[in-house]
Nanobody, 122 residues
Framework: VQLQASGGGLAQAGGSLRLSCASSGRTFNNYVMAWFRQAPGKEREFVAAIHSRFGFTNYADSVKGRFTISGDNAKNTVYLQMNSLKSGDTAVYYC????WGMGVQESRYNYWGQGTQVTVSS
């Protein structure tokens, strides 16, 4: 299974970006797909997750109301729509997948993408 994250870039505070995570090698119909992020000098943290079959979602408190995770099973792709961006959202964003439920701990995720840089200027 390979995960390919894309869509990162530079945005101004208050702006928007949409990240994509395309999977190949396996069909994610009963997995949890998630986004994590890691800012410079900080540990990687959970951002959002979605159950590929039932559509359940979970968000970190820091992004609730601003970020939306969604999935397109036909395209084996998960998206993270990021609105009202803040400088604190600057990080490398990683997509991940697991069969172990809607957890927020990165140790539960056994498939990882390569990361995409998001930089928010104030």
């Amino acid at each position: 299974v390979q995960l390919q994250a894309s869509g990162g870039g530079l945005a101004q505070a208050g702006g928007s970006l949409r990240l994509s995570c395309a999977s190949s090698g396996r069909t994610f119909n009963n997995y949890v797909m998630a986004w994590f992020r890691q800012a410079p000098g900080k540990e990687r943290e959970f951002v959002a997750a979605i159950h590929s079959r039932f559509g359940f979602t979970n968000y970190a408190d820091s992004v609730k109301g601003r970020f939306t995770i969604s999935g397109d099973n036909a395209k084996n792709t998960v998206y993270l729509q990021m609105n009202s961006l803040k400088s604190g959202d600057t990080a490398v964003y990683y997509c991940a997948a697991t069969t172990w439920g809607m957890g927020v701990q990165e140790s539960r995720y056994n498939y990882w993408g390569q990361g995409t840089q998001v930089t928010v200027s104030s």
